[in-house]
């Protein structure tokens, strides 16, 4: 069935969701997307690939710190590599000086970004040294002073991603999107805690409701979204164009199909056979190892598997012999190993655990 009324331009959907308009976001048409959110240490163009592979819509780099001085390091100098397989080139950055972020978007515009995302949205002190990333959100009148400057900066979309507000007492998730939508801003994705909340406590998403509400820009939903019939709970209580999914996405990059497919044709999606995940597994370490070389591939594959396994029973066991392999040979080896001697345990789990 298709999604879209090829007269009308808008959705139909089984569950009974409003009718949206598609909307455009540089030279693409997005109906309903569903985005990979861009995690620092995870969002790498490995993950991206399979993430798109397995149905998501967009993907969105890990974050970048706008000074540039600080592009030369190995781990900035891989974010800032460019793949078609990735989908849209969708940039994120993060800091807090107006210019040095106009700087960095038009730097990234030049290599070949499709969308600039600015950072509002995670604790980037960490990374940057100072308040930037969400922290900003307490400080209404420099965030329109760096939306300005980036827009202004590039002719490629800009994007926004932020919290409900700055803190608990002060959700000011409106106001600065309202700001945003005033500076020129094309899409605003909203994770539903605060930045004081930063990981604690239930995601509330009254607030994207809000926001939502407020602007006529289109809004995406984030938080905590795990499950096909989540995603349609918040669709339906944000009345948001789109969603973002996060850490549901590690070690299960298939549940952007699982979600589009129930969100699209009101049924659940065919589980991946026991092949297709060791297969997908197997090909995403690879793809790992390759992009990070030796020392560092094997750190991250770890990463991976360590999620992967959770959703295995006898998952635990590939995960003890995975951790102790330090190069990349032997982890592959384990992997293929694996696949030979449990093809007909992982058939059962995948039955199981998409029934
Ligand atoms: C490991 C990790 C790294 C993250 N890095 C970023 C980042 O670089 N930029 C950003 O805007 N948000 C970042 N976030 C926040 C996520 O994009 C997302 O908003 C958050 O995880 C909530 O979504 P979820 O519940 O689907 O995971 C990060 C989150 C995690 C768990």
């Known amino acids: 069935m298709s999604a879209t009324d090829q007269a009308s331009g808008h959705l139909h959907n089984p569950h009974g969701l409003p009718d949206i308009k ?180 239930e995601v509330e998403y009254d607030t994207i409701a809000a926001i939502k509400q407020s602007i006529g820009i289109p809004v995406i939903a984030n938080g905590d979204i795990d499950s096909p019939e989540k995603a349609l709970q918040v669709l339906r209580h944000t009345g948001a164009d789109g969603l973002m999914i996060g850490r549901a996405a590690q070690g299960k990059p298939w549940i952007f199909r699982e979600i589009r497919q129930y969100l699209e044709h009101g049924d659940h999606a065919r589980p991946p056979s026991a092949s297709e995940i060791s297969i997908l597994m197997q090909d995403h370490i690879c793809a790992l190892h390759a992009f990070y070389g030796d020392f560092r591939g094997t750190l991250f594959a770890r990463k991976h598997i360590d999620w992967y396994s959770k959703a295995l029973p006898g998952g635990e066991l590939l995960k003890s012999e995975f951790m102790q392999a330090d190069c990349v040979t032997d982890q592959q080896d384990i992997l293929q190993n694996w696949h030979r001697e449990h093809l007909s345990l992982l058939t059962v789990v995948a039955a199981q655990t998409h029934q």
């Open 22 to 201: 598609p909307f455009r976001l540089g030279k693409h048409v997005l109906e309903r997307p569903i985005l990979l959110a861009p995690m620092v240490g995870v969002s790498d163009v490995p993950f991206r690939e399979v993430c798109l592979q397995q149905g998501a819509t967009l993907t969105i780099a890990e974050m970048l710190p706008a000074d540039t001085a600080m592009w030369k390091s190995e781990k900035n100098r891989l974010r800032l590599r460019r793949t078609a397989a990735c989908g849209p080139e969708i940039v994120q950055i993060a800091g807090f000086d107006p210019s040095m972020m106009a700087e960095a978007a038009r730097l990234n515009a030049d290599m070949g970004a499709e969308v600039i995302d600015i950072n509002m949205g995670c604790p980037a002190k960490k990374v940057l040294k100072k308040a930037a990333g969400s922290a900003l959100m307490r400080d209404p009148e420099l965030v329109e002073q760096i939306l300005r400057a980036v827009v202004q900066a590039v002719d490629i979309p800009v994007t926004l991603k932020m919290r409900t507000g700055w803190c608990r007492a002060q959700k000011n998730g409106v106001d600065i999107a309202r700001i945003a939508e005033d500076c020129g801003i094309r899409m605003i994705s909203v994770h539903g805690r605060t930045r004081e909340c930063r990981f604690v406590g």
